[in-house]
């Protein structure tokens, strides 16, 4: 479905990224873990189009989309989720959800409902101002806008950033039913161990380069990959 390759992106002149590679299978669950720097956020932004873009290749359904900007990739089917200023808190719920739809025409009620089946406080709340509600509550809303337009990849940045760890595992447990429901996720995600528990395969990043790829099991069975990067 998505395949990254030989892909080098920065912000500026800045270069951040020196020849990654990384694909995601459909309906896979694919990780990016690594140490803070390591330019897993910018890979996620690359593919969206959020970044300089210096030299490989990008690919969506064997259609290149490298150097395309973001309103247009979102109609290939990829909804992403940045780590930061994910909602927009001065307004409601359902209009956060209707923002997700705003290259649509009309609002499809049936997205909108799907979005309350699977997050069933959003549809309790939604007249409320987004600001008012918990960090949990808010990363619902952010997963739920991307999810109007019925992608086939989600993708999203640290998820689990600055949940209380209660909230932590009922995080993971909504991205796994989206993946059972047949959609591809690709995360990057500090919590590594977690991640790597839940995926189909992972990626270890560092200084913006690939260091291991595998099955997330076998990443997290690796004794260097457990020492360097999952705190033994």
Do not use: H, W
């Not at 030989?6 to 459909?26: F, K, P, R, S």
């Not at 940045?157 to 690709?186: C, M, Q, Y």
């Not at 995600?189 to 200084?207: H, T």
């Amino acid at each position: 479905m998505l395949v990254v390759d030989d892909l080098d992106a920065g912000y500026g002149d800045l270069q951040v990224l020196d020849g990654v590679d990384l694909t995601v299978e459909e309906g896979e669950y694919v990780v990016i873990v690594g140490p803070n720097g390591a330019g897993k956020s910018t890979v996620m932004k690359s593919i969206f189009g959020l970044t300089t873009y210096f030299g490989g290749r990008i690919e969506f359904r064997e259609e290149r989309i490298d150097g395309r900007r973001p309103e247009n990739i979102i109609t290939y089917g990829i909804g992403y989720v940045p780590q930061n200023d994910n909602v927009f808190s001065s307004l409601s719920v359902r209009e956060n959800l209707e923002m997700g739809a705003y290259i649509l025409d009309e609002v499809p009620q049936d997205a909108m409902d799907a979005v309350f089946d699977r997050f069933p406080v959003l549809a309790e709340r939604q007249d409320q101002k987004v600001a008012t509600m918990s960090g949990g509550q808010q990363q619902m809303v952010a997963m739920g806008r991307a999810l109007m337009l019925d992608p086939d990849l989600l993708m999203l940045d640290e998820p689990s950033a600055g949940l209380a760890p209660d909230l932590v595992d009922d995080i993971f447990d909504r991205i796994d039913a989206i993946n059972d429901a047949g959609t591809a996720v690709l995360i990057v995600e500090q919590n590594a161990k977690e991640a790597l528990r839940r995926c189909d395969r992972g990626y270890v990043l560092v200084q913006g380069a690939n260091r291991y790829e595998d099955a997330g099991d076998a990443l997290l069975a690796d004794e260097q990959v457990r020492q360097d990067f999952l705190g033994g």
